[in-house]
């Protein structure tokens, strides 16, 4: 049952934004009481924040590779999720209580990754929001494009982004080459 909510939720949101997701709605989408989903998420902010859990336990970097290799992966597959659900990204930059664990979790193993460059941990601190600013940017950009709100990312569009992080990451690793860089 929950995760037929979640569904029915994201969809709402993908489709309406934040404003046209209530309680009510998707109960009567879901066809239950709007007090089920109360009981599985407390509230409104319990349900988004467990929707980022959702959709964000799916950004995961390869177990293999280099650092580079890993960070672009697993920054690749959030751009693809923030795309896809743009209305889920803003509502989670507007309420810092609902700030998923997986965001968490990805943050920190980029930074991980970063750091395996002998960097100092300010540096690989930097970079990683750096790296995070641009996904996010470039993600809300492409989604809000006509036509391409809740689309997977293709073409040009992703072929910008590759373009982009590509040169964001050889300019992280040449920096390394130069301690006052």
């Known amino acids: 049952?929950?995760?037929?909510?979640?569904?029915?939720?994201?969809?709402?949101?993908?489709?309406?934004?934040?404003?046209?997701?209530?309680?009510?709605v998707l109960a009567t989408r879901v066809g239950i009481n709007p007090m089920t989903i109360?009981?599985?998420f407390k509230d409104r902010d319990g349900l988004i924040k467990s929707l980022?859990?959702?959709?964000?336990?799916?950004?995961?970097?390869?177990?293999?590779?280099?650092?580079?290799?890993r960070a672009r992966s697993l920054l690749t597959a959030y751009y693809a999720k923030v795309v896809r659900h743009p209305a889920l990204t803003l509502a989670i930059f507007g309420r810092p209580?609902?700030?998923?664990?997986?965001?968490?979790?990805?943050?920190?193993?980029?930074?991980s990754f970063l750091s395996e460059h002998n960097h100092s941990s300010q540096r690989s601190s930097r970079w990683t929001h750096i790296l995070v600013d641009y996904t996010h940017g470039a993600a809300l950009a492409v989604a809000t494009q006509?036509?391409?709100?809740?689309r997977p990312?293709?073409?040009?569009?992703?072929?910008d982004f590759d373009s982009g992080l590509d040169e964001l990451l050889e300019a992280f690793r040449r920096s390394s080459d130069h301690p006052s860089a």
């Not at 929950?2 to 709402?12: N, V």
């Not at 006509?146 to 809740?150: F, K, T």
């Open 38 to 40: 109360y009981h599985h």
């Open 153 to 159: 990312p293709r073409g040009a569009m992703l072929d």
């Open 52 to 69: 980022a859990e959702w959709v964000y336990a799916e950004v995961v970097a390869p177990e293999t590779g280099d650092a580079h290799t």
């Open 146 to 150: 006509d036509g391409s709100m809740g």
């Open 1 to 24: 049952m929950p995760e037929t909510i979640l569904s029915e939720a994201l969809g709402i949101l993908d489709a309406d934004g934040l404003d046209g997701l209530s309680m009510r």
């Open 97 to 111: 209580a609902v700030f998923p664990d997986h965001a968490v979790r990805i943050t920190r193993e980029l930074m």
